[in-house]
């Protein structure tokens, strides 16, 4: 769960932040791209640090931390099963090829948690939406996912509440057998769903109350616009990329477990 | 012609053979400001759904006769068309607010009617300047307190410059002095833009002084209409239960002894400034004939039932919550837990039955220590009734709900039937006993609630919010019930923002504010300390509020209901009126 917690957006005022959330979409997406385009082990600390930056440039060290603390177990078990597989497979010795090769796929891991945490931490869902909208994605779905993401916190204090209640009414859950647990779970389950149903009807009722809907021209009172430190972070992206594909590419290949040049 | 005009209107929900509103007819003319009041299911928030056109449009049913808002008849025009003229505001902000942040949500009504982004700011920048929210402008929603979310709600039917403001109780999950902030925002609104304010409210001691119309609404009929001081003085209004200020129904009980008001006063200050003049020559200069009674504070010593030592508490995410809380409660204390929104009354309450571990200190029951027990065991002893019976009715039938808790006790089925039976007279459900808790109305519901935990008989009952959503009615049955369990030596704890409750129970009160408590003892002493009570974002009840003008004229401070004050005011004023 904290994996997933750590990924929530924090407000901050920052480069990162304020950055158009198209291009730093495309910026995770290369970085991506780049984390999976490489098997070996020194490209993959390269791109690993080359986040390292934007990190400290968001300030949000301590979240990412979180984030990767949290991975760090299947941190482990990536690196342990891929020792483990390789030699009882291969060559039934240890060598510091197998050793290089998971600690790559490790570092790969890493690196891609670390990707997306950067866009998750510093895009504010409503920023997500807008880039939605400019991509044409119907209001309606827009609207739900926004809805979504406003009511998670509200959600969770109910059911918190609604467990609090039944307890104070005697309610074991975690006393009995399997089929036992899960039947415990129901008195918690129907109020929450009852409360779920009736809210929605009164959500509609306010909408409807707010005019959702009135014009087909809506407006929005915020609006995406490429600024020039936006561009010039596309540049840099595609360069990056660029610069990327050419080391793949054009460069002698880094010795690799399986064999030159492979990409997986 | 009128903003509002109503001709008779009757509607049936669908699925259903009796009217919810029959007769009404209402002319509403520009800028009043009306307060909606009757018992609970009397229609009146129906009636509030028919003014945007909710009903009949969103609910179907059959609606006969016409509504008309400044000339647009309701069932021609769709509802985002009226909902221009009218902004209806719900009782619950949580489930009106869309957007993520403050700003965002304002905007909502507008982009949705397309207006421009330059307009847009405009708009929004008045909505937060009259609604005092203009430092909170970028804040995310979920962060807000209870009493923003609420201005919130405003401020976002605002922007859309709606004529007419229609609002649910407002203020029913607030703090007295949130729920003031809330009716002084609209008090501006409507005497400084001339906004027409129709408002649903309870709790007439808070809303009676800014209304200049009264309607009171019984069985889906209008019984009452006019001036506030007309309406509180009809016997009709009084014999259907409906809140009096405590103030006028003690003007009315000193007028009928011969005391002469020119107009019956709905706020203290009023009261004060119609009777100064009738004090006696003495009393009015103020010759202190009575005596400072702050040294009356009634100590306790009996048996430690609950208590609190050194108690500190953070939710994950380091909130604090509770900062250092010292408390003792004792075996058959009456104690009332007040303080503003977000104080950790709750979070307190959690304490008491393991529901909540303390992050440092103890919670000791009964010299044992809270942490080396379950939950299931401490309830056994501690009862605890939370705010909202929705988060916890979930069986088929009435009965089931009340026997959910015994059978996770393992009481015997006969035991049970008896319990059962019990709680159900005790609390007047007999006659629900075989209905689904959701087919009865939200009072019934909370009683449900209630029931479902005193089958079992806890020695200590802890409510949270037992007076929210309740009539006049229901409250007074509420406080007649607890003086019954006292009277049976349990030990009750109430967390409440419901002032003049507490004044006509007069419980110990405990104060609290940011995490911790601010002051302890019993009521007369802690409802005389209006700098304290400011502090905690608590009001004084309005009879002490005179009583705190009348003690400059040497008249004991210390009086909080209505009876005393009487007694007090015929002994020393009564027999000197002409």
Known sequence: MSLLESLRFTRGDTFIHNMDPRVKFLLTLVSFAASVMFLELVPLIVIFLIQLPLIVAAKVVREWYKSVKGASVIAVIIFASNMLSFYYFRDRQLTWALVEYSLALTVRFIALITSFSVFFLTTSPDKLSLALEKVKVPYEFNFAFITAIRFVPVLADEAQTIMDAQRSRGLELDKGNFITRVRNYIPILLPLIINSIRRSLELAEAMESRAFGATENRTNIYELRMRGSDYAMLFIVLLCFGVMVYVKLYLPTFSGLLGEGSII | MGLIEVKDLKYTYPHSEKPVLTDISLTVQPGEFILLTGPSGCGKTTFCRCLN?????????????????????????????????????????????????????????????????????????????????????????????????????????????????????????????????????????????????????????????????????????????????????????????????????????????????????????????????????????????????????????????????????????????????????????????????????????????????????????????????????LARNIGLVFQNPDDQLFEETVEKEIS???????????????????????????????????????????????????????????????????????????????????????????????????????????????????????????????????????????????????????????????????????????????
Not at chain 2, 82 to 92: C, D, K, P, S, T
Not at chain 2, 226 to 242: S, Y
Not at chain 2, 445 to 456: E, G, H, P, Q
Request: hydrophobic share 40%.
């Open chain 2, 53 to 377: 056109g909710l009903v009949p449009k969103f609910y179907s049913g059959v609606m006969e006769g016409t509504v008309k808002i400044s000339g647009l008849d309701t069932r021609e025009n769709p509802i985002m068309r009226l909902a221009q003229h009218v902004g209806l505001i719900f009782q619950n902000p949580d489930n009106q607010i869309f957007a993520l942040t403050v700003e965002k949500d304002i905007a909502f009504g507008l982009e949705n009617l397309g207006v421009s982004k330059d307009e847009m700011y405009k708009e929004i920048e008045w909505a937060v300047e009259t609604t005092g929210l203009r430092h909170l402008r970028q804040r995310a929603t979920h962060e807000l307190s209870g009493g923003q979310k609420q201005r919130l709600t405003i401020a976002s039917v605002l922007a859309m410059r709606p004529q007419i403001i229609v609002m649910d109780e407002p203020t029913a999950f607030l703090d007295p002095i949130g729920a003031e902030h809330i009716f002084s925002v609209l008090d501006r609104l409507n005497k400084v833009f001339g906004i027409t304010i129709i408002l649903i409210e309870h709790r007439m001691d808070l809303a009676a002084k800014y209304v200049d119309r009264m309607i009171v609404f019984s069985e889906g009929k209008i019984v009452n209409d006019g001036e506030p001081v007309k309406v509180f003085a009809d016997d009709q209004t009084r014999l259907l239960g409906v809140g009096i200020p405590r103030v006028f129904e003690l003007a009315r009980r000193l007028s009928s002894r011969g005391v002469h008001f020119n107009r019956f006063p709905v706020s203290a200050h009023e009261f004060y400034n119609e009777f100064k003049t009738r004090l006696p020559e003495d009393i009015r200069r103020g010759d202190g004939r009575f005596e400072d009674l702050s040294e009356f504070t009634g100590e306790y010593h009996h048996n430690p039932a609950i208590e609190v030592k050194d108690v500190y508490f953070t939710y994950p995410g380091n909130v604090e919550a509770l900062n250092d809380v010292s408390l003792t409660i004792y075996h058959g204390d009456y104690v009332a837990i007040m303080g503003e929104n977000g104080a950790g009354k709750t979070t307190l309450v959690k304490h008491f039955n393991g529901l909540l571990k303390p992050s440092s200190g103890r919670v000791v029951f009964h010299s044992v220590d809270v942490s080396t027990l379950s939950v299931a065991q």
């Open chain 2, 404 to 578: 959910f808790a015994l059978r996770n006790f393992g009481f015997d089925e006969s035991v049970i039937e008896k319990r059962v039976t019990w709680a159900l007279n005790l609390l007047d459900l007999t006659e629900y006993r075989h209905k689904s808790p959701f087919t009865l109305s939200g009072g019934e519901r909370k009683r449900v609630a209630l029931a479902s935990v005193l089958a079992w008989d806890p020695d200590i009952l802890v409510l949270d919010e037992p007076t929210i959503g309740q009539d006049y009615g229901q409250k007074e049955r509420l406080r007649h019930f607890l003086t019954h369990l006292r009277s049976q030596g349990k030990t009750i704890v109430i967390v409440t923002h419901d002032v003049e409750f507490v004044a006509e129970s007069q419980p110990r009160i405990v104060l609290m504010a940011g995490g911790h408590i601010v002051d302890d003892g019993v009521s007369k002493k802690i409802m005389t300390r209006p700098d304290t009570l400011l502090s905690c974002s608590v009001s004084q009840p309005e009879i002490t509020r005179l009583f705190d003008k009348l003690s400059d004229h040497g008249l004991p401070k210390d009086v909080l209901d209505v009876d005393e004050a009487f007694d007090i005011l015929m002994r020393n004023v009564g027999g000197a009126s002409p």
